[in-house]
């Protein structure tokens, strides 16, 4: 288990920052998958636009909950510490 303790202690820091990044960028990241997806689709014809879709709507979404956008109203935080929500925010769903 000491293995797993110190992974997890090395990559603590590294989440933030992607975290902060993901925030920072996330505009940018949601235009590339978008130019990505479009590609894709081109490229194979429709044949699989439905999975692309699909993809890229996860994708976006696991970004978001990256850059802990847990409320979509637009008040992307950046102040504050990860994983806790700012007071008159909704708590987190189970």
Same mark, same amino acid.
């Given at each position: 288990? =000491? %293995? ?6 090395? %990559? ?8 902060? %990044? ?33 993809? *890229?709507?996860?994708?976006?979404? !696991?970004?978001?909950? %990256? !850059? ?5 109203? =637009?008040?992307?935080?950046?102040? =504050? *510490?990860p ?6 925010s ?5």
């Amino acid at each position: 288990m =000491g %293995l797993v303790n110190n992974l997890k202690a090395k %990559l603590g820091p590294a989440k933030g920052k992607v975290s902060g %990044l993901a925030r920072e960028h996330g505009d940018k990241i949601d235009r590339g998958l978008d130019k990505m997806a479009k590609t894709v689709d081109q490229k194979t014809k429709g044949k699989y636009s439905d999975r692309i879709q699909s993809g *890229t709507g996860k994708a976006k979404d !696991a970004m978001d909950r %990256l !850059a802990h956008k847990d409320d979509r109203s =637009g008040d992307q935080g950046g102040e =504050g *510490t990860p994983g806790t929500t700012t007071p008159g925010s909704p708590p987190p769903a189970s």
